[in-house]
């Protein structure tokens, strides 16, 4: 099993410009998140969908946008690329239910540059 | 905003010793995990431990929970330097629908050979 694996590793941006991550997990999970990580700072959530077919905001979803393809999968998008969001990206997968979250899996990041 | 703090913000040791890490948090919880980051990975999770438990073990790893302290502690003994890393609590509120995983910022542990 791969796990949770994210596309591309890295991406330079000019302002302005749009993009998407994506994000595919193979463990047969139904939840999936987006998180954003700066440096000296934890992870902080953009998005998640709990199940296929929803999706919630996180902490900080100004500027971003999500899609649940189907189970597997889980896009985050970028309208409109700021330096502000120069960032490492986490995506993560969970099967915990609703009121007991289980562990999260995480794929190995994306990092983006903004210029 | 960030449910957790980690403390210390870094923590330096030899190989072999012990290290202490702590977590505070704010609000009542249904859990509390610990994951660890190599630099420039993805987060890989080590433990959780429910709010109705104390303490809970896991090969090197032991970790307590003081819900009246709102407070967590992860201990890793005999450290190796492959146990350089960041590690974050994370904790998840109690109160109906929540998903969300609130991280702390981190302590990042260096282990000496």
């Known amino acids: 099993n791969a796990g949770v694996t994210q596309t591309p590793k890295f991406q330079v941006l000019k302002t302005g410009q749009s993009m998407t991550l994506q994000c595919a997990q193979d463990m047969n999970h139904n939840s999936m998140y987006w998180y954003r990580q700066d440096p000296g700072m934890g992870l902080r959530l953009i998005y998640y969908s709990a199940s296929e077919g929803t999706t919630d905001k996180g902490e900080v979803p100004n500027g971003y946008n999500v899609s649940r393809l189907n189970k597997r999968e889980f896009s985050l998008r970028l309208e409109s690329a700021a330096p502000s969001q120069t960032s490492v990206y986490f995506c993560a997968s969970s099967d915990g239910g609703w009121l007991y979250q289980e562990t999260q899996y995480f794929g190995p990041g994306t990092r983006l540059l903004v210029l | 905003s960030q449910q957790g703090e980690e403390d210390p913000q870094a923590l330096s040791i030899q190989e072999g010793e012990n290290a202490t890490m702590n977590c505070s948090y704010k609000?009542?919880?249904?859990?509390l995990q610990w994951y660890r980051q190599n630099s420039g990975r993805g987060l890989v999770h080590l433990i959780l431990?429910?709010?109705?438990?104390r303490e809970k073990h896991s090969g090197r790893l032991r970790v307590t929970l003081d819900t009246s302290k709102k407070s967590s502690s992860l201990l890793i003994t005999a450290s190796r330097a492959a146990d350089t890393a960041s590690y974050f609590c994370a904790t998840v509120r109690s109160g109906a629908g929540s998903y969300q995983l609130t991280f702390g910022k981190g302590t990042k542990l260096s282990v000496i050979p």
């Open positions: 431990i429910r709010s109705n438990e």
């Open positions: 609000t009542s919880i249904n859990n």
